[in-house]
């Protein structure tokens, strides 16, 4: 499978607060205006994933509720698997539970063409001081569906290599720009031992979580899901042996209870100094520099996704908001009878 980006940029913590702000505030403004929507006459409803960094939301939304005193926010919030399951059975079905729901660049483009997300090229526009230009081309176009933006961006990530500095160096490790495989894995085999695990590595089953990480290690090994006629290829030497390289490195060095850990659970194992290296989500930044939920501030360094036979081999992801279709907005008037 052909990655869908592989830009190492990303927004840093700062910038993803003002986009966060951004992206919540224009997603509300759009029902704001609407008039009665959500759980009750002054209720905005806001479907989020449960990551750690979608706390900054809350955290702005006093500042738009100051700005906007008829408008009562309600936030729900569910682990990744969940809310994929149930906001996209939502959506698609014309639910009402939820007024802005939390979707990525994968989902966006989908929707917008099924008609389950609201235009928000008017409300952009209409919006003083709101550029979309302000957006890594990336991102906009990714979320974009016949040249409008559908859905606009919390925040925006790629993935990287994230170990212990301090560690590598006493051990004297050194690693490629951009490091192989290879090379993470005898690093794992040395730095494990009693008290530290080599490397932490997502096992949760679920498309958003495992196979966020393996499918780029498949795609850096030659390998992918289906070929130009969609024939599929997970049946392949080259995925094989991308699986299993994964697969014998977090059982002979990585955590303990990898089948259970997400992007979460190794954040943690990570900022508690548990483990040597993670590789995950470029968005960990905000965690692992941050003195009030990690022990490891200032002794962390940071490398480009891992490669082996193809280079680069990062993912490019963005969580973002978007209105559904069938809530009330200020061009409708009303619900839409589109789900």
């Not at 961006?153 to 050194?174: K, N, V, W």
Request: proline share 5%; hydrophobic share 35%.
């Amino acid at each position: 499978m052909q990655p869908p980006g592989s830009s190492t940029r990303t927004i840093g913590f700062t910038g993803k607060l003002v986009a966060g702000a951004g992206a919540l505030c224009l997603a509300l403004t759009g029902c704001a205006g609407a008039g009665s929507i959500g759980a009750s006459d002054r209720t905005v409803t806001i479907a989020m994933v449960s990551n750690s960094q979608m706390t900054d939301a809350r955290s702005l939304a006093s500042q738009f509720e100051a700005e906007n005193p008829d408008i009562d926010l309600r936030f729900v919030t569910l682990s990744e698997n969940e809310a994929r399951a149930k906001i996209t059975a939502s959506t698609a079905m014309g639910g009402g539970e939820f007024d802005v729901v939390m979707i990525s660049n994968y989902e966006t483009p989908q929707w917008a063409e099924y008609g389950w997300l609201t235009n928000l090229g008017p409300f952009i526009e209409a919006t003083e001081g709101y550029d979309q230009e302000d957006f890594i081309p990336s991102l906009r176009e990714a979320l974009s569906y016949d040249g409008d933006m559908y859905s606009v961006p919390f925040y925006g990530e790629s993935s990287f290599l994230m170990y212990r500095r301090d560690l590598f160096e006493q051990a004297g490790i050194t690693l490629s720009d951009p490091p192989t495989w290879t090379e993470v894995a005898d690093a794992a085999a040395q730095l494990d031992g009693p008290d530290i695990n080599g490397i932490c590595l997502r096992g949760k089953p679920g498309w958003g979580e495992l196979l966020a990480p393996l499918d780029t290690v498949i795609n850096t090994f030659g390998g992918r899901w289906f070929d130009e006629d969609w024939n599929a290829q997970l049946d392949s030497p080259e995925v094989q042996r991308a699986v299993e390289f994964y697969v014998d490195l977090v059982r002979s060095h990585g955590q303990p209870g990898a089948a259970t850990s997400g992007f979460t659970e190794c954040a943690t194992q990570l900022a508690q100094g548990r483990v040597a290296m993670w590789y995950d989500s470029t968005s960990a930044v905000s965690t692992l520099e941050d003195p009030s939920s990690s022990n490891v501030v200032g002794k962390i360094g940071y490398a480009a996704a891992p490669v082996m036979e193809k280079d680069p081999s990062g993912w490019l992801y963005t969580w973002s908001l978007g209105i559904r279709r069938a809530a009330r907005t200020p061009t409708t008037g009303g619900s839409s009878s589109r789900g």
